[in-house]
């Protein structure tokens, strides 16, 4: 595997795991507002919910860890 492939499958896995816990966590809010996920317009919803912040959270994820690797970079060369 190339260096491309290879950052693209570990950013498949990282969306793929923050779905993961989005999914449930969409899921219940609609059953908590009783919202059944039984028609077209509905299984849409949930999805293009779920989709959203799944992009969301994965690009505050990116930013979160991008600046704890600078913060760490600049310690190290604070020494």
């Known amino acids: 595997m190339g260096e ?18 989005v999914a449930p966590y969409v899921r219940k809010m609609f059953e908590e ?5 039984n028609s077209n317009e509905t299984r849409n919803t949930f999805l293009a919910m779920v989709m959203e912040l799944t992009r969301s ?6 930013i ?13 060369g604070k020494k």
């Open 57 to 62: 959270i994965f690009i505050n994820y990116s």
């Open 64 to 76: 979160e860890l991008r600046e704890k690797s600078k913060k760490k970079v600049m310690s190290h």
């Open 33 to 37: 507002y009783g919202i059944e996920i």
């Open 4 to 21: 491309l492939e290879d950052f693209v499958r570990r950013q498949l896995e990282l969306h793929k795991q923050i779905m993961d816990i």
